[in-house]
T-cell receptor, first 114, second 112 residues
Framework: ETGVTQSPTHLIKTRGQQVTLRCSSQ?????VSWYQQALGQGPQFIFQ???????GRGNFPPRFSGLQFPNYSSELNVNALELDDSALYLC?????????????FGPGTRLTVT | LAKTTQPISMDSYEGQEVNITCSHN???????ITWYQQFPSQGPRFIIQ???TKVTNEVASLFIPADRKSSTLSLPRVSLSDTAVYYC?????????????FGQGTTLQVKP
C-alpha cells in the first residue's frame, strides 16, 4: 500500500510569486486535507477536499486555493507569496468509514519565501 | 472544537514508561480524543483514538476518566526513537470536515 506522497520536497520562491504543491493520497483514500506548519508550531488546517470539492476551510486568505482530481490527488496553490508563507506544507488523506480523525500525513513540502 | 492543554516538554530515559496528560475541560458529547506523533521534518502520524475508558494498541494506551475532561497517553518502555512531538486533539469524530486542531504539542526527549 503506497502512502501519501508530496512534491516537491523543498522549494524556494520569491515574494509575490505563485507556487503549486502536489499531493497523492494513500490508496483507497478519497479525502485530502492541507495544513501549514510554521517552525516550532503545530500544523494549521488550510482546507479539505472531498469528491473534488472544498469541504471545509481554515482561517487562510483566498490566495490559498486548491484542487482535487478524480484520482483523489490534490494541489495547493498559493498566489502572491509573502515571507510569512515560509513553512512546511502537509497533505493528509483519509479513507471513508474510519472517522475523519484518523488522517495519514505525507512528508511535507518545505517552502521558503525570500 | 474543544481546546487542549498539555505540557510543553517532558524528559525520560530509555526503558521507562511515559505518561503524557492532556486537559480538555470543554470536551463535547460527540468529541473523540486523538493523539498524533511527529518526528522532525515529517508529517504527524496517528497513534491512537478513544472516546472513554481505556484503549490500547500495539504502540500506546489511552486512558480516559469518566468525566472525559482529561486523557493520558501512555508509552510503555520508551526508546530513543520515541523522541518526538506528541499532539492531543479533541473533536467531533462524526463531523463531515476532518479539521484537525493542533496545539503546540508535548516535546518528549528520551535519553540513553
Amino acid at each position: 500500500e503506497t502512502g501519501v506522497t508530496q512534491s516537491p520536497t523543498h522549494l524556494i520562491k520569491t515574494r509575490g510569486q505563485q507556487v503549486t504543491l502536489r499531493c497523492s493520497s494513500q490508496s483507497g483514500h478519497n479525502t485530502v486535507s492541507w495544513y501549514q506548519q510554521a517552525l516550532g508550531q503545530g500544523p494549521q488546517f488550510i482546507f479539505q477536499y472531498y469528491r473534488e470539492e472544498e469541504n471545509g476551510r481554515g482561517n487562510f486568505p483566498p490566495r490559498f486555493s486548491g484542487l482535487q482530481f478524480p484520482n483523489y490527488s490534490s494541489e495547493l496553490n498559493v498566489n502572491a507569496l509573502e515571507l510569512d508563507d515560509s513553512a512546511l506544507y502537509l497533505c493528509a488523506s483519509s479513507r471513508p468509514g474510519t472517522g475523519l480523525y484518523e488522517q495519514y500525513f505525507g512528508p511535507g513540502t518545505r517552502l521558503t519565501v525570500t | 472544537l474543544a481546546k487542549t492543554t498539555q505540557p510543553i516538554s517532558m524528559d525520560s530515559y530509555e526503558g521507562q514508561e511515559v505518561n503524557i496528560t492532556c486537559s480538555h475541560n470543554n470536551i463535547a458529547t460527540n468529541d473523540y480524543i486523538t493523539w498524533y506523533q511527529q518526528f522532525p521534518s515529517q508529517g504527524p502520524r496517528f497513534i491512537i483514538q478513544g472516546y472513554k475508558t481505556k484503549v490500547t494498541n500495539e504502540v500506546a494506551s489511552l486512558f480516559i476518566p469518566a468525566d472525559r475532561k482529561s486523557s493520558t497517553l501512555s508509552l510503555p518502555r520508551v526508546s530513543l526513537s520515541d523522541t518526538a512531538v506528541y499532539y492531543c486533539l479533541v473533536g467531533d469524530g462524526s463531523s463531515n470536515t476532518g479539521k484537525l486542531i493542533f496545539g503546540q504539542g508535548t516535546t518528549l526527549q528520551v535519553k540513553p
